[in-house]
């Protein structure tokens, strides 16, 4: 099975998608980006709420092999200073088997998972780590 992903770092600013609902505005980042992926409730690590997304699997799969594509990349929200570019690039970097971006608001952050590309801000006190190991995407609030 190959396994292919691109962890693309993003400096330019990025915009957010607008709320749809009132219960969307109290959520949490990873909520947010649960929601707009279609990721599912995980088993809480050191008390913090998780979501998971497997990018691959199914019967499919198992018999035949496949490739997934993710990407991810953090840059500065259009209204906040840049005052250290450097937190943005140093932001996501690459682990065995993988990828982690720890995200800290304000900040925009964005990923895609095979053709679905999302814009999320992380406003300002919002902290979470979104992790791609193997097949999985994780993203845990901090």
Same mark, same amino acid.
């Given at each position: 099975?190959? %396994?292919?992903?691109?962890?693309?770092?993003?400096?330019?600013?990025?915009?957010?998608?607008?709320?749809?609902?009132?219960?969307?505005?109290?959520?949490?980042?990873?909520?947010? %980006?649960?929601?707009?992926?279609?990721?599912?409730?995980?088993?809480?690590? $050191?008390?913090?709420?998780?979501?998971?997304?497997?990018?691959?699997?199914?019967?499919?799969?198992?018999?035949?092999?496949?490739?997934?594509?993710?990407?991810?990349?953090?840059?500065?929200?259009? $209204?906040?200073?840049?005052?250290?570019?450097?937190?943005?690039?140093?932001?996501?970097?690459?682990?065995?088997?993988?990828?982690?971006?720890?995200?800290?608001?304000?900040?925009?952050?964005? %990923?895609?998972?095979? $053709?679905?590309?999302?814009?999320?801000?992380?406003?300002?006190?919002?902290?979470?780590?979104?992790?791609?190991?193997?097949?999985? %995407?994780?993203?845990? $609030?901090?």
């Amino acid at each position: 099975m190959t %396994i292919r992903f691109l962890a693309a770092l993003a400096l330019a600013t990025m915009a957010a998608p607008a709320q749809s609902d009132e219960g969307a505005a109290n959520a949490s980042f990873c909520q947010r %980006i649960a929601t707009e992926l279609g990721m599912k409730t995980a088993k809480p690590s $050191d008390g913090h709420a998780a979501w998971e997304l497997k990018t691959l699997g199914g019967l499919g799969t198992a018999l035949f092999g496949g490739s997934s594509y993710v990407s991810m990349g953090l840059g500065p929200a259009e $209204d906040s200073v840049i005052t250290n570019a450097r937190q943005y690039v140093d932001a996501c970097a690459s682990v065995a088997n993988g990828m982690v971006c720890t995200v800290t608001g304000p900040a925009e952050f964005q %990923i895609g998972v095979k $053709d679905h590309m999302v814009k999320m801000r992380a406003n300002a006190g919002e902290r979470a780590e979104v992790r791609m190991v193997k097949m999985r %995407i994780r993203c845990e $609030d901090r």
